[in-house]
């Protein structure tokens, strides 16, 4: 989408943009350092156009160059103090190094900028619920929906991301076409590549495609699992786009399966020839409509099966993509036609996890930040972007209900700290019964200290916990949840729900905080879950077994397709 923007800003600097539209087909295809070396002849002949330095920049941060690539930001901008697309760019550099003050700014700077940059508005409201500024978020919310209600789909399309149509709370069948809009974005102008018909017999060749193969939540949850794979049935392959960070997660995955690939410099056409190359017979992708994600490669159908599964929590869209990887807990199947994809069921939980950073940890007392003597300790570990208005206001109404309780937050930024301590304090709560978490240098660390919560209250709204749910699980810490109407939002009671304690999964938010108040006020009741945790007998834990549910899924994939194939040949 952003390559597409950014043609549309060039439109009004005509001396430059034959080198930049060079550079933007060249970065569609992959190519990113032949796109650098376009725009820095561009730069040169053109050193007042802001964006030519603006391309330049791009490409330089995705090739994982942030010092240059926020130089030339700031170059273009001594040109043009105005120019969007830079205080866009810029913004984003900001947000991901945590400096999300600065990152509001430039995002501001982009909206006013004009409507040529509009994806602005939609990143702005994301920091801004970041922050936990909600009454500034909701203003920007309240746009984009007057957008989509007054404009033509191909006008507001291309400024909402799949993931903030089922935030602003689309309908699900919009949802699902704005989804299959970015999807088809990604396919423009691709044709599928040729590959030969994959070996039937033998053991079933599996590839995992991925950004994260690293210190990221999906490395968290994978590092351990592909070793369990059969090996006399399947063979492995990880094709990973993403940076080596050299962390455990990535040695664990690479020397966990039989064929690592790094393709972090492969352009989109040469990671779908190797894929095709090597006869993968299923291609699962974990990426889907998330930051730097490659659908351009499954566009070009390397492998005759291609699933979606746990990285992106919703449809890619993608007429390309053949199946999701889920639960009936996380999608019904009065939901799941929320999927352009066909739901691929396992038998019951879809997040497969092997808890290896738990190991030795739950029951342990571990490292406490400073809880009152005697206190119950409620705690939510996800991002703060989960956590609405209805959310936190239903946290204060329990924190009300049990005078003895503290809220347990992950540790943010000082404004999202004081947008939370100010909205505790006009709900009547000692803004002091909130307690952020400080920073620990290993997620073993966070585990272990994680135990001493008494019971997790969800984000029940739009997005609920996924790895965070996980994570607690393993460290022996109950969950309590509301599944919505939308996989995003059914993910914890998916894993609750495996997890053994399907009573901590509630119908609505009164249930959600009457539960939480009696779990609260009740010690032996929270121990008992805590301790039926800690015994590991549910589904959840069970990693070896949700591997071989994961294969059978891949199996029956396989077969429909040769069975498929079968009938058309026939």
């Given at each position: 989408m952003l390559w597409k923007l950014l043609r549309a800003a060039c439109q009004r600097r005509a001396s430059a943009q034959p080198l930049i539209d060079r550079s933007l087909a060249l970065r569609r295809d992959g190519r990113l350092r032949d796109a650098e070396l376009v725009l820095r002849e561009a730069a040169v002949q053109f050193p007042r156009d802001p964006l030519a330095a603006t391309n330049l920049a791009v490409v330089l941060l995705e090739q994982d160059q942030p010092r240059e690539g926020v130089e030339w930001l700031q170059r273009a901008l001594e040109v043009d103090p105005c120019c969007a697309p830079a205080h866009y760019n810029l913004a984003n550099v900001m947000r991901a190094s945590g400096r999300r003050e600065e990152a509001t700014q430039h995002y501001q700077a982009a909206v006013d900028g004009g409507a040529a940059f509009a994806p602005a508005r939609e990143q702005l409201m994301h920091c801004l619920l970041e922050a936990c500024d909600w009454e500034?978020?909701?203003?920007?919310?309240?746009?984009?929906?007057?957008?989509?209600?007054?404009?033509?789909?191909?006008?507001?399309?291309?400024?909402?991301?799949?993931?903030?149509?089922?935030?602003?709370?689309l309908a699900p069948e919009l949802r699902k076409q704005v989804a299959a809009y970015h999807a088809a974005e990604c396919a423009?102008?691709?044709?599928?590549?040729?590959r030969a018909p994959a070996a039937d017999g033998g053991r079933l060749r599996i590839a995992y495609l991925s950004r994260d193969f690293r210190d990221h939540p999906v490395g968290h949850v994978l590092a351990n699992v592909f070793a369990l794979h059969d090996r006399a049935r399947f063979e492995i392959f990880a094709y990973s786009y993403g940076p080596d960070d050299g962390s455990a997660y990535r040695k664990a995955i690479a020397s966990g399966v039989d064929h690592f690939i790094d393709a972090h410099a492969m352009?989109?056409?040469?990671?779908?020839?190797?894929?095709?190359?090597?006869?993968?017979?299923?291609l699962v992708e974990l990426a889907g409509h998330t930051t730097g994600s490659r659908?351009?490669?499954?566009?070009?159908?390397?492998?005759?099966?291609?699933?979606?599964?746990?990285?992106?929590p919703g449809t890619t869209g993608a007429g390309y993509v053949d199946y999701f990887i889920t639960d009936r807990v996380?999608?019904?199947?009065?939901l799941a036609a929320e999927f352009t994809e066909k739901p691929a069921y396992v038998a019951q939980c879809f997040m497969v996890s092997d808890g290896t950073d738990a190991v030795g940890n739950a029951g342990a007392a571990g490292t406490a930040d400073g809880f009152p003597a005697g206190a119950t300790v409620y705690c939510n570990f996800n991002n703060a972007s989960r956590i609405t208005r209805d959310d936190f206001h239903a946290w204060m109404e329990i924190l009300r209900g049990v005078p003895a309780g503290v809220l347990w937050l992950q540790g943010a930024s000082a404004s999202t700290m004081d947008n939370l301590r100010k909205e505790a304090r006009a709900c009547g709560i000692d803004p002091a019964r909130l307690i952020f978490a400080q920073r620990v240098p290993a997620k073993r660390d966070h585990l272990a200290r994680l135990n001493r919560a008494d019971l997790v209250l969800d984000t029940i709204n739009w997005h609920n916990g996924h790895s965070s749910t996980s994570d607690a699980l393993w460290a022996g810490v109950p969950v309590l949840t509301v599944p919505a109407q939308h996989f995003a939002g059914r993910v914890a009671a998916s894993l609750v729900t495996a997890a053994g304690l399907p009573?901590?999964?509630?119908?609505?938010?009164?249930?959600?905080?009457?539960?939480?108040?009696?779990?609260?006020?009740?010690?032996?009741?929270?121990?008992?879950?805590?301790?039926?945790?800690?015994?590991?007998?549910?589904?959840?834990?069970?990693?070896?077994?949700?591997?071989?549910?994961?294969?059978?899924?891949?199996?029956?994939?396989w077969k429909a397709y040769r069975q498929g194939a079968q009938r058309s040949s026939s």
């Open positions: 500034r978020a909701a203003i920007h919310a309240n746009v984009l929906r007057k957008m989509i209600e007054n404009e033509p789909a191909a006008e507001w399309m291309p400024c909402i991301s799949p993931l903030t149509a089922v935030y602003l709370g423009r102008g691709i044709t599928e590549i040729s352009t989109d056409a040469e990671l779908a020839a190797g894929i095709a190359q090597a006869g993968i017979h299923v659908l351009a490669v499954l566009a070009r159908r390397p492998a005759p099966v291609q699933a979606h599964y746990l990285g992106y996380a999608t019904p199947a009065a009573e901590l999964v509630q119908r609505d938010r009164g249930e959600f905080v009457q539960t939480a108040i009696r779990l609260g006020s009740d010690r032996a009741q929270l121990a008992a879950l805590k301790k039926k945790l800690a015994g590991r007998a549910a589904p959840f834990f069970d990693t070896p077994t949700l591997v071989r549910d994961l294969e059978a899924a891949y199996i029956g994939m």
